[in-house]
């Protein structure tokens, strides 16, 4: 006897055939690149919202996390990092502050990853301010996930995109004083590429295409191109050539700088 097929046994066929291409088909993200936090919208926040300052605030807060850091407390504004890193026991603290690449007077750290070695960080609480990073995490604050990536950890970033999957992700270059970086650009392709090529990826905005194109411009030669950039010569001109070479490196730190408390970072 032929069976009819009523709507409601499309509507149960259309539900299992969707359910069973989903065991093969990847989930995506729609990933939207923003140059400078002030170039995000205003209106509405992500869920997972990345933070990219390559040169040099997210590869010195990755880098500390690797050396054991117990937490990374950011500040936009140096009197507020003054005044709450007070209530912190002074053995259990260290205050890094940099203004236009230099460090702030009287305080432990500037913001220069080579200065986080395990002697003088583990275990402690870094309370940073730098001149765009924490403007660039301040923005995002809010959003449900927030990471920070650089080149020396985008792996671990990479890898947990495609492990959450969240729905939209911002990838937020801190640029240089509200105007746009080669080296945060290059890094948000860096983090944009693997995921366009395992169809993991749905375009958020053209900034995507260009900065997975400034990425395999120059995947091979990053320090070449971080010297070249406006915020490179800047800290050519302060002999800081080596934090660049280091700032250059990719995927050499396995850690996943996370927003554990609201403007506290810990390494997930």
């Known amino acids: 006897m032929r069976r009819i097929f009523t709507a409601s046994d499309r509507v149960r066929e259309h539900a299992r055939l969707e359910?069973?291409?989903?065991?093969?088909?990847?989930?995506?993200?729609?990933?939207?690149?923003?140059?400078?936090?002030?170039?995000?919208?205003?209106?509405?926040?992500?869920?997972?919202?990345?933070?990219?300052?390559?040169?040099?605030a997210t590869t010195t807060i990755a880098t500390a996390f690797a050396e054991g850091a117990e937490a990374v407390q950011a500040f936009s504004d140096l009197d507020q990092l003054?005044?709450?890193?007070?209530?912190?026991?002074?053995?259990?603290?260290l205050r890094a502050g940099e203004r236009g690449g230099k460090q702030v007077e009287g305080f432990e750290l500037g913001n220069s990853p080579?200065?986080?070695?395990?002697?003088?960080?583990?275990?402690?609480?870094?309370?940073?301010?730098?001149?765009?990073?924490?403007?660039?995490?301040?923005?995002?604050?809010?959003?449900?996930?927030?990471?920070?990536?650089?080149?020396?950890?985008?792996?671990?970033?990479?890898?947990?995109?495609?492990?959450?999957?969240?729905?939209?992700v911002w990838l937020v270059g801190s640029g240089w004083q509200g105007t746009y970086s080669l080296e945060d650009t290059v890094c948000a392709g860096?983090?944009?590429?693997?995921?366009?090529?395992?169809q993991q990826l749905t375009l958020g905005n053209d900034e995507v295409l260009g900065a997975i194109a400034?990425?395999?411009?120059?995947?091979?030669?990053?320090?070449?191109?971080?010297?070249?950039?406006?915020?490179?010569?800047?800290?050519?001109?302060?002999?800081?050539?080596?934090?660049?070479?280091?700032c250059a490196q990719t995927d050499v730190l396995n850690v996943l700088p996370w927003q554990a408390e609201r403007g506290v970072l810990k390494a997930k």
């Open 114 to 168: 080579l200065a986080c070695t395990r002697d003088r960080v583990a275990g402690k609480r870094l309370f940073l301010s730098t001149t765009n990073g924490t403007r660039a995490l301040q923005r995002v604050i809010d959003a449900p996930v927030v990471l920070t990536a650089a080149q020396v950890n985008r792996q671990a970033v990479v890898d947990y995109l495609q492990a959450e999957q969240p729905e939209t």
């Open 190 to 198: 860096a983090i944009a590429s693997p995921l366009l090529e395992q």
């Open 82 to 93: 003054l005044a709450v890193s007070e209530q912190w026991p002074a053995t259990q603290r």
């Open 19 to 56: 359910s069973s291409l989903a065991i093969y088909l990847p989930l995506t993200v729609k990933l939207f690149v923003y140059h400078t936090p002030e170039a995000t919208p205003t209106e509405q926040l992500p869920d997972c919202a990345v933070v990219i300052d390559v040169l040099r």
């Open 214 to 246: 400034l990425y395999q411009q120059w995947q091979t030669d990053l320090f070449k191109l971080f010297c070249q950039a406006s915020h490179g010569e800047r800290l050519l001109r302060l002999n800081l050539k080596d934090d660049i070479d280091y």
